[in-house]
C-alpha cells in the first residue's frame, strides 16, 4: 500500500431534528457551525468535523457488546484529571446527562455523556502522546 490514511476528517451523528441538536451541540459543547440546512449540520468540534444527519428516531452511534452493555462509539480527550473534572462540572450545570467517573484500569479517568438523541461519548482524561507533541509542547 502507498499511501495511509492520515486522520479522520468526518464523523456522522444521527440526529432526528438537525436545528435542535445543532443548537445544543454549540451551547452545551461550544461547536462552531460551519453549514446547516434541514438534513444536516457541519459541526466544528475536538479538532473534527461532524455531520448531524437527520435520521429516523431511535438511530444512534451505539452498539451493545457481547455481555449485552450499550456501548459508546467515540472517546474525546482532554488534557488531565483536572481538565477532566472541570467539564464534567461545566456539563452537568448545562443540563447535560452524564455518568458516574470511571476507572477503566489504565491511565487517567473516564465518564460517559449522551446527547439529545441518546448518543452516547466517551471522555478521557489522557491527550494521546501524538496529539500532545505536535499541538501543545512547545507552545
Do not use: C
Not at 436545528?19 to 452545551?28: A, L, M, P, T
Not at 461545566?90 to 460517559?112: C, M, S, T
Amino acid at each position: 500500500m502507498s499511501g495511509k490514511l492520515l486522520r479522520v476528517g468526518t464523523a456522522y451523528i444521527p440526529v432526528t431534528n438537525v436545528e435542535q441538536s445543532s443548537e445544543w451541540y454549540i451551547n452545551k459543547l461550544g461547536a462552531g457551525l460551519s453549514y446547516k440546512d434541514e438534513d444536516k449540520a457541519i459541526l466544528n468540534l475536538a479538532n473534527q468535523s461532524f455531520f448531524l444527519v437527520k435520521s429516523d428516531e431511535n438511530q444512534t452511534l451505539n452498539f451493545i457488546d457481547v455481555h449485552g452493555k450499550e456501548r459508546f462509539s467515540m472517546t474525546f480527550e482532554v488534557n488531565g484529571v483536572e481538565s477532566l473534572e472541570a467539564l464534567y462540572k461545566d456539563l452537568i450545570a448545562n443540563g447535560v446527562r452524564v455518568g458516574e467517573f470511571e476507572n477503566r484500569e489504565h491511565a487517567g479517568r473516564n465518564f460517559v455523556f449522551n446527547d439529545l438523541n441518546g448518543n452516547k461519548f466517551d471522555v478521557w482524561s489522557e491527550l494521546s502522546p501524538q496529539f500532545k507533541e505536535k499541538y501543545l509542547e512547545g507552545k
